[in-house]
């Protein structure tokens, strides 16, 4: 039934639909029954062509060519077509089972095969596998480049604000100088990061029967290397081999990629915060758009509501995502059927987060340094200064220079420049060094930030 997004429980499915469309392919239950269908044809093809097991040699080229189209060209009514077997039935796997022997009925060599389908196996064999696929796939053909996308972004920031110098705050506290470019290459470098063990995780697979030991396929075929053949059956679907498992694949290398997801919209959400703070100060300004409102009474606000936006969802997305890395790895004995339902909202997860990253890189795109600004708040901490002056007095051998400084400016207002030159002026230093520090400024004083920021790319 197609129901009104207006009328949708999950905003996913309503209101930001179009914003996660690229997730439906891997995560919709129409996904889910596809890639079943595609592990049971490419299971059938590799038992039928077990001589010794099935009296064949081999399938036809032509069947092999009726299979490859019923995975490849697998239709929402053919979904709708599962879905009636299952209603009968009460089970979702063997409904697929039961719509492929249906369809392929025509076929006497297939006819004579059928009960190949589903051949020795337990249901988790299917679902596993089809699992890896969807979040293989989709990590590497949506969330990856929309990740890309944002790193993009702040790299092309960070490099153009390399010079732009900014106050920095820690505990909230005036604090050395950094460059808005600086604090970008940042996040460029911890996104890398995250990415690239994201990138690296494997995920695992098995299609080793009920309790994982190959019973029946034992008992069918007693002296094959079925192990062997299960292994190259995985790798072939371009996951990883578990030879070691109960009725279900324990989802610890899921687990370890819902875990690296959530790093990394952690590192997104101290990003988003941050930007958020530097939009309020002034730092930055936004794009605006001639129709667009940012208060329903006060006409002049430009809120900052992407990075806002972005910052929940990826508060939502990580609940679930730390609930499927806790969870999915345990099961009670042999199996139990608490993963079944948890694991259809791995697409919720990420949904969220891919509606985080679009947030994110949509806010991103509006940013506008305001270098005036930033160059106020340096105009009025020129107390910052006393870490450099301290420092320099440190190297000549000056008793005390930090307890000086301390005393000549924590907690003091009113500090300038002529208060710090009339300090330096009387400092036991070569008069270079002393020259060097009355030219310095806070604007001046932002150590290698620059360079690094420039180089982020490298």
Known sequence: MDIPTLLSLSPLDGRYQQKVAALRPFFSEYALIRHRIHVEIEWFKAVANIPVLTGVSSLSAS????????????????????????????????????????????????????????????????????????????????????????????????????DVPMLARTHGQAATPTTMGKEMANFVYRLRQGRECLAAITISGKINGAVGNYNAHMIALPEFDWETFARSFVEKLGITFNPYTIQIEPHDTMAELFDAYARINTILLDLNRDIWGYVSLGYFRQKTKADEVGSSTMPHKVNPIDFENSEGNLGIANALLRHLSEKLPISRWQRDLTDSTVLRNMGVALGHTLLAYDSCLKGLGKLQADPMRLSEDLQHAWEVLAEPIQTVMRRYGIVNPYEQLKALTRGKTGIDRSTLQQFIEQLDIPVAERERLLQLTPASYIGLAAHLAKNISN
């Open 63 to 162: 069947v092999i060519a009726q299979l490859n189209q019923l995975s490849e060209n697998f239709s929402i009514a053919d979904a709708e077509a599962v879905k009636a077997i299952e209603a009968r039935t009460n089970h979702d796997v063997k409904a697929v089972e039961y719509w492929l022997k249906e369809k392929l009925a025509g076929d006497q060599e297939i006819v004579a095969l059928s009960e190949f389908i589903h051949f020795a196996c337990t249901s988790e064999d299917i679902n596993n596998l089809s699992h890896g696929l969807m979040l293989k796939h989709s990590r590497d053909q949506v969330m990856l480049p929309a990740l890309d996308d944002i790193i993009k972004q702040l790299t092309t920031l960070a490099r153009e604000l390399a």
